[in-house]
């Protein structure tokens, strides 16, 4: 018997016929028929052409490695109640356990032994741009600007994905607050930031979690940027990771 080996690439969508001013509907359709391959075949692609500035992204991740790195007695003054509090902010490493939850729709409810995973290895915080919890100050400007920018890249993904599906331009507007205005951004959005500190040998066994467990995200779209230095290989199989300045676009379970 012969042993088979199949490589597998993650898709890699350039959407900027939808980001960038002028392009024409051809682009517009090939772009939204690899889309429609990407989401239909795989279900999640990396995108490029999304337009959001490195210096954006940088500001970003420097604001939060200040504001993570902070004592524990620090950021707990930004815990603003249990975890998956409708204020958001910080949640300190142990509290989540995103394995342990499913849609809990239908017949996929989970399993007992789920209930059971052990906490996740990681540090969270998660903006909501309310005016009663101001942001952390050492990355509430940069967290903003990302945000606004994240909001125009999701707008062009639904307008990308109602021409996949063949539905009228706008669709998914209804469903949406309109990009540009962040104290609506919590009616149907959050933007989270992870930290995975450095552990201890204690900390890590045959028992422990993962850093984030495996999960389903429930609606939408997720829209994630990992650290530059996460590009390389995944897993076993040689599956390649992202270019640089890509996003990993995951689609959810309405």
Same mark, same amino acid.
């Given at each position: #018997?012969?042993a088979q080996c199949t490589e597998a690439r993650v898709p890699v969508v350039d959407i900027s016929a939808f980001t960038v001013p002028g392009s024409s509907q051809d682009e517009k359709e090939r772009t939204a028929r690899e889309w429609d391959r990407a989401m239909t075949e795989v279900?999640?692609?990396?995108?490029?052409?999304?337009?959001?500035?490195?210096?954006?992204?940088?500001?970003?991740?420097?604001?939060?490695?200040?504001? *993570?790195?902070?004592?524990?007695?620090?950021?707990?003054?930004? =815990?603003?109640?249990?975890?998956?509090?409708?204020?958001?902010?910080?949640?300190?490493?142990?509290?989540?356990?995103?394995?342990?939850?499913?849609?809990?729709?239908?017949?996929?409810?989970?399993?007992?032994?789920?209930?059971?995973?052990?906490?996740?290895?990681?540090?969270?915080?998660? *903006?909501?741009?309310?005016?009663?919890? $101001?942001? $952390?100050?050492? #990355?509430?400007?940069?967290?903003?600007?990302?945000?606004?920018?994240?909001?125009?890249? %999701?707008?062009? %993904?639904?307008? #990308?994905?109602?021409?996949?599906?063949?539905? $009228?331009?706008?669709?998914?507007?209804?469903?949406?607050?309109?990009?540009?205005?962040?104290?609506?951004?919590?009616?149907?959005?959050? #933007?989270?930031?992870?930290?995975?500190?450095?552990?201890?040998?204690?900390?890590?066994?045959?028992?422990?979690?993962?850093?984030?467990?495996?999960?389903?995200?429930?609606?939408?779209?997720? =829209?994630?940027?990992?650290?530059?230095?996460?590009?390389?290989?995944?897993?076993?199989?040689?599956?390649?990771?992202?270019? $640089?300045?890509? *996003?990993?676009?995951?689609?959810?379970?309405?």
């Open positions: #018997m012969s279900g999640f692609a990396l995108i490029t052409g999304h337009g959001v500035s490195q210096e954006i992204i940088d500001d970003l991740r420097a604001g939060a490695c200040v504001y *993570f790195t902070q004592t524990d007695e620090q950021k707990a003054t930004d =815990i603003r109640g249990p975890y998956g509090h409708p204020d958001g902010g910080y949640t300190a490493m142990g509290a989540e356990a995103v394995g342990r939850t499913r849609d809990r729709h239908g017949g996929d409810g989970g399993t007992a032994a789920a209930a059971t995973k052990p906490p996740d290895l990681v540090e969270s915080y998660v *903006f909501k741009f309310r005016e009663k919890y $101001p942001e $952390p100050p050492q #990355m509430a400007s940069a967290a903003a600007a990302y945000a606004l920018e994240l909001q125009r890249v %999701l707008s062009a %993904l639904h307008d #990308m994905s109602a021409l996949s599906l063949g539905l $009228p331009r706008g669709f998914f507007d209804a469903y949406y607050r309109a990009p540009g205005d962040l104290s609506t951004l919590a009616d149907n959005c959050s #933007m989270r930031l992870a930290y995975y500190p450095a552990l201890d040998a204690g900390q890590v066994g045959p028992e422990s979690g993962l850093r984030y467990a495996e999960h389903s995200d429930y609606t939408g779209f997720t =829209i994630l940027h990992q650290d530059e230095g996460d590009e390389g290989e995944l897993g076993s199989g040689g599956l390649e990771v992202r270019p $640089p300045r890509a *996003f990993q676009l995951c689609g959810g379970y309405a």
